[in-house]
């Protein structure tokens, strides 16, 4: 992440999502924390989260590979849509994970080079780049 800027690097790290739980279900996470087996809500739901994922991890990597997903972070800059651009070509970027495209990505380039984005995850752009791939994110 260190070619990053700052604010991205920040925002880089985590999404924050909301689920609604039943009030049994948040008693038996608020008694096991209390018991000591985890530190909080958070830690908990986050260690059932990556349970789930190991239990699942041989058939997402078979559709990782299927789907060509760049897993991960997949930073998009500048240069490299000016070097489709100059190429003549567009691009179909997949990631599972978190799409970043540079602060100084314009809506037009973004538009003329990119003719889908696939992302499962998180995608950080400018608000005038997703206006402009609204009708090409996936």
């Given at each position: 992440m260190a070619g990053l800027p700052t604010e991205l690097r920040?925002?880089?790290d985590s999404e924050k999502i909301t689920i609604?739980?039943?009030y049994v279900d948040?008693?038996?996470?608020?008694?096991?924390?209390r018991e000591g087996f985890y530190g909080n809500r958070t830690d908990f739901i986050r260690t059932a989260i990556r349970n789930q994922l190991d239990r699942h991890a041989e058939a997402a990597t078979k559709s990782i590979r299927?789907?060509?997903l760049d897993l991960g972070l997949r930073h998009i800059t500048r240069s490299e849509l000016e070097t489709a651009q100059n190429q003549g070509e567009q691009l179909d970027i997949r990631?599972?994970?978190l799409a970043?495209?540079?602060h100084d990505v314009s809506a037009d380039l973004a538009a003329e080079t990119i003719a889908s984005l696939t992302i499962l995850g998180a995608l950080q752009a400018s608000a005038a780049v997703?206006?402009?791939?609204?009708?090409r994110i996936h």
């Open positions: 920040a925002k880089a609604n739980l039943g948040l008693g038996h996470i608020d008694l096991l924390v299927r789907l060509q990631v599972l994970g970043t495209i540079a997703k206006a402009a791939l609204a009708d």
